[in-house]
């Protein structure tokens, strides 16, 4: 084990990839002689050179296209869209192109692209650059949308992603860019079919996923003082969803609290609550719950954003509230 | 106007337009008896810009094209009987039945659609040509599109990163005048398309879109001036399309009067003409062409009709590789 923060996971994810592929070029706003917006390219252009990091003009849906075209002639791009925020102007190549041409080519094309862009809020930058929006993506068949919460996954993910034939999404929440954890020894390319309970538990299970998992553990940790004992489940793939995991856990703990950035209404929480309800309804002992983002563009100041973003102490509560209700 | 071309040539070049007209013409009709559904876009009038402009690509070069591109997938040597079944939503067709009239796909021949969302397909063509350029292939993308497309972001963001790296691009505008039933003048403050190079720092060009020959020759050049490594070009087809944007359109935009002037300008009718002129054209000529054609077309109509359904159980097949 050694300690790096999250952003140099991604920065050694990146570097392993275009180390150790030639077909591998990252592409996006800023990726170069600025090093990222979130540095986590920072050095790349220097050693890779210009070919294969290549900055790009600020035109997302033209980016994001050329890599979806570059993808079907040979190469492996990786492309940063600075945030999920600006990825809404690439929309039409991701929906329209990305995620069809191989189901609708009969399956003649392959698009093996990688995008990967910033998500989430809580660091004060107001309405436009706050949106938790990868359960819109996880919407859309014929995409892959991974959500990475630790730098073994951050950089595993990443690697991971580029040996995949389809496209993939991946949604790093910036929150966690200057986060420091543990990289496990030895760790290559992650497994990006199964969920991961990040804390075994009994009581109640606790299903997240990114910069959310964080919230949930310590929540779980403040539940453990008062002799709750929290499943933690952190989700990592968006699409596919890992039901199986999710079920066993609610067959076994009897009790779920999804805890999810996104807004609720037509949410992902509310798939997997339906999920829950599809597969494990008679395992339930309590009602599903969710706590998800207040339904409200994400404001500026710092006591109304957090109030409007699910909190470790929302969390607690809500626990607290199912466990009491149940039987 | 080009130079007389010799009569094998010339030959060819109109038995592809009436190719591509004999074939439209039957798929309207098979539209009309309910043996193809959704939208169906016809490229009547337009025959010379697929006919001039395609044959100049090599087998290595791309091609990006729009929903009303069956003249192109033609051109590029898919066999008509993987058209028409694809048109009939058959397994046997180009793209396995499952694209219809806007999605032809033929990987093979590295056509890539088929695409029908205006302008999506333009930064597509220009990531297909940085693949050429960072493995050093020496191809060429020619993208086709629209003058509606030329209103789109995309257009302009995908003129502007072409030009910047100077990749390989042939931005191909068919400009019918038309953006589904908007006219130009009503939705272009500048009408004049190749003008739009300019800003760009690339050639651009206005050809005569009816005039197969010249289709040829400035495809040809921009073709010479993209693989001599000098980057992209813009050529603006100056076309029309004489039926209406799709099936479902009752044409209460323009008037009749307008439509009849163009077809003065009938691509086929004009070369044939020409021909006529060069003395390369026998009547016995025209007779077999039309009869070679109409015989292909039958065995691709038979094609497609003998074809098969693609099984229910396949229906989530390739959404994703594994």
């Known amino acids: 084990m050694r300690k790096l923060t999250y952003r140099e996971a991604v920065r050694e994810g990146l570097h392993e990839a275009l180390r150790s592929d030639p077909r591998a070029f990252l592409m996006g706003e800023d990726v170069g002689k600025y090093g990222g917006a979130y540095a986590c390219s920072r050095g790349l252009l220097e050693e890779f050179g210009p070919e294969r990091i290549r900055d790009t003009p600020l035109s997302e849906s033209t980016f994001v296209g050329a890599g979806i075209g570059a993808a079907l002639n040979g190469m492996r791009p990786i492309v940063e869209v600075m945030t999920v925020n600006f990825s809404l102007l690439a929309l039409d190549q991701i929906v329209n192109n990305a995620a069809t041409l191989r189901h609708m080519s009969g399956g003649q094309l ?28 996880a919407h859309i068949p014929g995409i892959k949308v991974l959500a990475p919460a630790t730098v073994t996954d951050a950089r595993g993910m990443l690697l991971a992603a580029l040996r995949e034939p389809d496209p993939v999404f991946i949604f790093e929440h910036s929150y966690l860019y200057p986060q420091e954890g543990e990289m496990e020894d030895e760790a290559g390319p992650a497994d990006l079919t199964h969920a991961a309970i990040r804390r075994p538990g009994a009581g109640i299970s606790v299903i997240t996923y990114g910069g959310s998992l964080w919230k949930a553990l310590k929540a779980a940790e403040d539940l453990a003082a008062e002799g709750i004992d929290a499943e933690v489940i952190d989700l990592r793939s968006l699409r ?72 470790p102490a929302t969390i607690v509560a809500a626990v607290k509230r199912m466990l009491e209700k149940g039987t | 106007m080009a130079n007389e071309p010799d009569r094998d040539k010339a030959l060819r070049l109109l038995h592809d337009m009436l190719r591509i007209r004999r074939f439209e013409e039957k798929t309207a009709e098979l539209y009309s008896g309910g043996k193809i559904r959704g939208f169906l876009h016809l490229y009547i009038g337009e025959e010379a810009v697929a006919a001039g402009a395609i044959p100049v690509l090599h087998p290595e070069d791309a091609i990006v094209a729009t929903y009303r591109e069956h003249g192109h997938a033609l051109m590029r040597g898919t066999p008509m009987g993987a058209l028409m079944a694809e048109l ?44 050429d350029k960072l493995q050093s292939r020496a191809g060429v993308t020619a993208c ?57 720092g690339m050639p651009g060009e206005a050809v005569d879109g009816m005039d197969v020959l010249a289709v040829e020759a400035a495809m040809r050049k921009a073709t010479d001036h993209a693989r001599a490594g000098n980057g992209p070009s813009l050529l603006e087809f100056q076309t029309y399309r004489f039926r209406a944007h799709s099936m479902y359109d009752a044409e209460l935009y323009r008037n009749k009067h307008e439509v009849e002037e163009w077809k003065e300008h009938d691509p086929i009718k004009n070369f044939e003409g020409r021909m006529h002129e060069w003395k390369c054209l026998t009547s016995d000529d025209l007779v ?32 994703y590789t594994t």
């Open chain 1, 110 to 137: 392959s698009v093996p692209l990688v995008v990967r862009m910033a998500t989430g809020a809580g660091r004060q930058v107001a309405a436009q650059h706050s949106h938790s929006l990868e359960g819109w993506y």
């Open chain 2, 288 to 319: 077999s062409m039309e009869a070679a054609i109409a015989k292909e077309i039958d065995e691709a109509v038979a094609f497609a009709e003998a074809g098969t359904w693609e099984p229910l159980g396949d229906l989530t097949k390739d959404v």
């Open chain 1, 240 to 311: 596919p969803l890992d039901g199986d995991t999710i079920i066993a856990s609610v067959r076994k703990t009897h009790r779920a609290l999804i805890v999810d950035e996104g807004w609720r209404t037509g949410s992902l929480s509310a798939e997997i609550s339906a999920q829950i309800m599809e597969g494990a309804f008679y395992d339930l002992d309590a009602p599903v719950d969710r706590i998800c983002s207040a339904e409200v563009p994400i404001p500026y100041p710092k006591h109304l954003e957090d109030v409007a973003l699910p909190q």
């Open chain 2, 88 to 131: 009939y939503g058959k397994v046997d067709g180009c793209s396995r039945g499952r694209g219809g009239s806007m999605h032809f796909f033929d990987a093979s021949r590295r056509f890539y659609g088929g695409l029908a969302i205006v302008a999506g397909g333009l930064p597509i063509a220009v990531g297909i040509a940085l693949g």
């Open chain 2, 144 to 200: 086709f599109f629209g003058d509606g497309a030329t209103a789109e972001g995309e257009f302009h963001e995908s003129m502007n990163l072409a030009a910047l790296w100077k990749l390989p691009v042939l931005f191909l505008c068919e400009n019918n005048l038309y953006a589904m039933g908007t006219e130009i003048h009503r939705y272009e403050s500048q009408t004049d398309i190749a003008a739009k190079a300019q800003g760009y």
